[in-house]
């Protein structure tokens, strides 16, 4: 059982940065892809960004450029930086490898 929590989401204008994190309870973490869906109600979950286990990034089309996926395996966490944020980007953001889903966090982005 692998127990992910996302952190970091919050209310930013337009044009802002957050940093989201999502850590994960084992240590075995590093040695599988990871990556971050959002949700915005009514909608399925889209793919936002993948990071494969050797660190290799791969963006959705709507955030390349702006959005930037890292992980630190010593600290069984990977990273999505958000940079120049529009209100188009609010969603529930969600951590995800293998089977196992995180609680999400709210990312909202105001005008």
């Known amino acids: 059982q692998v127990q992910l929590v996302e952190s970091g989401g919050g209310l930013v204008q337009a044009g802002g940065s957050l940093r989201l994190s999502c850590a994960a309870s084992t240590g075995s973490f590093g040695i599988f892809p990871v990556t971050w869906y959002r949700q915005v109600p009514g909608k399925q979950r889209a793919l936002v960004a993948l990071?494969?286990?050797?660190?290799?990034?791969n963006y959705a089309d709507s955030v390349k450029g702006r959005f930037t996926i890292s992980r630190d395996n010593t600290k069984n966490t990977v990273y999505l930086q958000m940079n120049s944020l529009t209100p188009e980007d609010t969603a529930v953001y969600y951590c995800?490898?293998?089977?196992?889903w995180g609680q999400g966090t709210q990312v909202t982005v105001s005008t």
């Open positions: 990071i494969t286990n050797g660190g290799s990034p």
């Open positions: 995800h490898t293998r089977q196992y």
